[in-house]
């Protein structure tokens, strides 16, 4: 009986227990909902980081918030991977814009990825089209032309034409820039346009030509290399421009020796540099010249954080080359003698690379060597993305790790770093 009454109990617990509720269609929304809601909240705090940090440091655009965010749609693709080879001739330029290639050809241009994938590609039609890159942004125009473009990884930003005829171009890193063109009642002409495209300096050079342009970081001044003759000598000059002021601040004479390009490497400080020039200054007196004794500059590259490499033909041989390294200030860091032809050299994020006739040599920002690759013969240019390098060659684009030897390299250490 007790048994009987036990197991009457339990059927009466079993049949008070509630019944479990279905979950409704409003829950399965909120359950799709919370997650959408937290995307946008982490997407909108990267708005605000980016946004703030480009009011401090003036370096970030609404074109790179944009490139950043269409990377990320693109980005579950990739492309056949390298070799990328070109469908009919050698491009004209082919340049670093941000971790990717711009490939510049004067019927028009396209981005490369990591992955040889086309991220963007425009058409234009320029005799002689040319390009320079700066804080993930490209300003591509025809030398000898009145047009230019300036463009992002993944879109034309805008395009201009101009009612004189183009001499050179250059971009800043806050969007201005600096256009040389011929000039009508004068030799040449300074033409300077901030990042909403409004004319905001003009200058006249009465008789010299202007060569090279640069803007500075906060798109504030500019400075510009200049060449002309007087009683049958060439002479060179580089002036620098405060945009307060209607004539160039400041006068640099080089005499005789060109100087083919000025650069911003440090705020308001100017790397000239040319076959039998390297200079850096900053301000009336702030002079540093290079002593390149009998030596003459071969090939030079900046990287985006002011670091410079430059190459030096060692008494003017084509064989022995000397590889050297500077600070944003001038101060050298490094020298490596280099036993073969340089062709091409370039450096990122503390590395460099370094293409000879038949090696990609690596080295870090001390002058060690780090890796050495066997290269085409037919090998252009070089351009160093940290980990990985790509060599252009006459047909295509290869891509090599920027660490690690296949073969030993023919180089030499000549002086320790310092």
């Keep these: 009986m007790k048994e009987e009454k036990k197991k009457a109990v339990n059927n009466n617990k079993k049949s008070e ?4 509720k279905k979950r409704s269609s409003g829950s399965v929304g909120r359950g799709i909902i919370i997650p959408v809601i937290k995307v946008i909240l982490v997407v909108a705090v990267v708005l605000i980081l980016l946004l703030v940090a480009a009011d401090r440091f003036g370096n970030i655009s609404f074109s790179n918030i944009g490139d950043y965010f269409s990377g990320l749609v693109s980005g579950a693709k990739s492309g056949s991977g390298y070799p990328y080879y070109f469908e009919s001739n050698t491009p004209d330029n082919v340049i670093k814009i941000g971790g990717n290639l711009l490939v510049v050809k004067n019927d028009g241009a396209f981005v490369l990825d990591s992955t040889a994938k086309k991220i963007s590609e425009s058409q234009f039609t320029y005799s002689n089209a040319l390009a320079q890159s ?26 201009k034409a101009l009612d004189s005829k183009i001499i050179t171009a250059s971009l800043g890193k806050d969007g201005s820039a600096a256009v040389a063109v011929r000039g009508t009642s004068a030799m040449s002409r300074l033409l300077v346009y ?26 504030k001044c500019a400075a510009v290399s200049i060449v002309g003759t007087e009683n049958g000598e060439l002479y060179s000059k580089v002036l620098f421009f405060d945009f307060d002021y209607s004539e160039p601040l400041y006068v640099y004479d080089f005499g005789e020796k060109i100087v083919a390009r000025v650069s911003f490497v440090n705020g308001n400080r100017i790397m000239a540099s040319g076959e ?3 200079s850096f200054i900053k301000g009336e007196k702030d002079k540093e010249d290079i002593d390149l004794s009998l030596n003459t500059l071969s090939c030079i590259y900046t990287a985006e954080d002011n670091m410079t490499v430059a190459v030096l033909s060692k008494y003017g041989s084509s064989t022995v080359k000397i590889l050297k390294g500077y600070s944003k200030s001038g101060r050298e860091l490094f020298s490596v003698e280099i036993n073969s032809n340089v062709r091409s050299v370039s450096c990122s994020g503390g590395y460099i690379s370094v293409l000879t006739d038949r090696q990609l040599l690596s080295f870090n920002k001390r002058g060690k060597s780090v890796g050495s690759s066997e290269v085409p013969s037919d090998g252009i240019s070089c351009f160093t993305n940290g980990s990985s390098t790509y060599v252009l060659t006459t047909g295509s684009v290869e891509k090599y790790r920027t660490f690690g030897k296949s073969e030993k390299a023919n180089t030499t250490q000549s002086a320790q770093a310092k």
């Design 134 to 159: 700066v804080n993930s942004r490209a300003i591509i125009y025809d030398a000898g032309g009145v047009n230019y473009r300036v463009v992002s990884k993944t879109r034309l930003l805008y395009e």
């Design 17 to 20: 227990k509630k019944p479990a």
């Design 194 to 219: 901030n990042k909403n495209q409004k004319l905001v300096y003009d200058w006249s050079c009465a008789k010299e030509n202007i060569i090279s342009t640069a803007v500075s970081d906060n798109g």
């Design 276 to 278: 039998k020039v390297l």
